[in-house]
């Protein structure tokens, strides 16, 4: 059986909330809405943890940042795990990323046999928390409200260079796929960095939400006190206080992100454009490695459970899944074994160790019934977070915080934690043993933090005397493109055409 092509987008930061069936309908987003058309819509997709290389090492594998030990932005990525691009290269596949997967440590590809471009992150562990020293706000990489007060219209900035770039290669890779010089079935990932602060966007985009209704959030802010103690802690590690959000800076913010969603979506539409064009077919998906809080409840960028950084937008767009909305709560971490099982690929071997699970099945009509888990455990908390989201329900707890239950069926903004109502104490039990049995907080604390003092360690010890970066370089081979001598000038034309010439 031939195996299919798979297509995988993945943006940064893109808050959920905004795909309650694919795109809201008042995003300029018509390429994204074509697809969501033909996908299987994921309305309740979470992170495995709400922030950026957590989240990713956790997508690819199928496991949650407790087992690859990639609690923070700064932890390696231990090349032994397995990842969706191990697993299907293995099988035949050819295996390419175009982008961004921020992987830290000297493997820099996990199964990818071609990366197009570098990385937009160090991959380092230059940005390790330190639990030793709760508190302390380390300046130079810890996000602040500049990103805030400083938001508006850029026609070029580090951002857009980049994603630019992506795009470009991406397109330029699946013209190459449409050339045949490979017959083996390919799997192509392409990662952007927007709509990730900072909110900034083209005035093109921009100005597509001149009159739009959405730029202020539906939970205005709220004063410091009057916030749970996570949230207290991600405003103080956002150094909020050397800020004054105006209501100007906040709208600006909103719609220089709605802008950049339209941006994502021309740079989509591209690569779509070019497959179409080429008459290849392939499963595709969509999906975000965490979401953006926008300014609910004063919060904004990622590194909390509420639904604005937690959810994120998943489709799929697969032959053997029936187009249509899926309420259901599912996770990144189940993208793994559903790419494995919609290429007919073997996991078996290592699934005694995933979390993940297959969501293909629900998109056959398949019910399912087990909770989706989140864990945090970086910049902004002080010891491990983890958070189950079961029906309606989601529960959060950590040692050092009360415990929060949600029904998001009545309370879809979180408002009213239910955890001290005598109604809800059963429900409250049931949630707490499943946490307390899936996960030893104390244990997690430990690794944790005896993961963060080695790592500071080396880090200091490779800044001293000569020092070589982990950061991926781009290989060209330049002596394999276009017209060289060793080549037979008579096929190179027809070659590198697509449709073949005579």
């Not at 990713?56 to 990842?83: C, H, K, W």
């Not at 802010?221 to 916030?227: N, Q």
């Not at 996570?230 to 600006?252: G, P």
């Not at 991926?472 to 001598?485: G, T, V």
Request: aromatic residues 12%; proline residues 6%.
């Amino acid at each position: 059986m031939t195996k299919p092509n798979i297509l995988i987008f993945m943006v940064d930061q893109l808050n959920g909330t905004l795909f309650p069936d694919g795109p809201a309908d008042w995003l300029h987003a018509p390429n994204l809405k074509k697809l969501a058309a033909r996908s299987t819509r994921f309305q309740n997709a979470y992170t495995a943890s709400p922030l950026c290389a957590p989240a990713r090492a956790a997508f690819m594998s199928g496991q949650l940042p407790s087992a690859t030990g990639v609690y923070d932005n700064a932890a390696e990525f231990t090349a032994s795990i397995p990842t969706y691009a191990h697993h299907l290269r293995r099988a035949g596949y050819q295996t390419c990323l175009s982008g961004k997967m921020h992987f830290v440590g000297p493997d820099q590809m996990h199964g990818f046999e071609e990366r197009l471009t570098t990385d937009i992150y160090p991959a380092d562990f230059g940005w390790t928390p330190d639990y030793r020293k709760p508190g302390e706000r380390i300046d130079w990489w810890y996000h602040n409200m500049g990103s805030v007060t400083g938001s508006g219209v850029a026609e070029i900035s580090n951002q857009m260079e980049y994603d630019d770039e992506v795009a470009y290669n991406a397109t330029r890779k699946v013209y190459d796929y449409s050339r045949g010089k490979d017959d083996r079935p390919w799997c192509m990932t392409v990662s952007f960095t927007h709509p990730h602060d900072p909110y900034v966007a083209r005035k093109k985009y921009w100005d597509l939400y001149e009159d739009c209704e959405h730029l202020l959030p539906t939970v205005p802010a709220m004063k410091y006190e009057d916030h749970d103690t996570h949230s207290k802690r991600i405003f103080d590690a956002n150094d909020w206080r050397s800020f004054d959000i105006s209501e100007d800076d906040i709208k600006r913010s909103r719609r220089a992100y709605f802008a950049n969603i339209s941006y994502l979506d021309d740079k989509i539409g591209e690569v779509m454009e070019a497959l179409e064009a080429t008459r290849q077919e392939a499963i595709i998906m969509f999906v975000s490695d965490h979401g953006d809080m926008l300014g609910e409840r004063g919060l904004w960028f990622k590194m909390s459970f509420f639904e604005g950084s937690a959810r994120v937008p998943m489709m799929i767009c697969a032959p053997d899944m029936e187009a249509g909305l899926i309420t259901t709560p599912v996770s990144n971490i189940d993208v793994c074994p559903t790419l494995c099982d919609l290429a007919g690929v073997d996991m078996s071997e290592v699934e005694p160790w995933t979390t993940g699970q297959s969501i293909k099945p629900m998109g056959q009509g398949v019910e399912r019934t087990e909770p989706v888990a989140m864990e945090y455990a970086a910049e902004a908390s002080y010891a491990p977070m983890v958070s189950l989201r079961y029906g309606k329900w989601k529960y959060n707890r950590c040692k050092l915080d009360p415990d929060q239950l949600f029904d998001l069926e009545a309370d879809p903004h979180e408002l009213t934690n239910l955890a001290d109502a005598p109604a809800h104490q059963g429900t409250l039990d049931q949630l707490r043993a499943k946490s307390e049995a899936r996960w030893d907080l104390n244990k997690y604390d430990a690794d944790v933090r005896q993961s963060q003092a080695r790592r500071w360690v080396v880090y200091e010890a490779l800044r001293e005397g000569g020092y070589y970066p982990w950061d991926y370089q781009p290989l060209q081979k330049a002596s394999e493109r276009y017209m060289r001598n060793h080549m037979d000038l008579n096929n190179v034309e027809g070659d590198a055409r697509f449709p073949r010439g005579e």
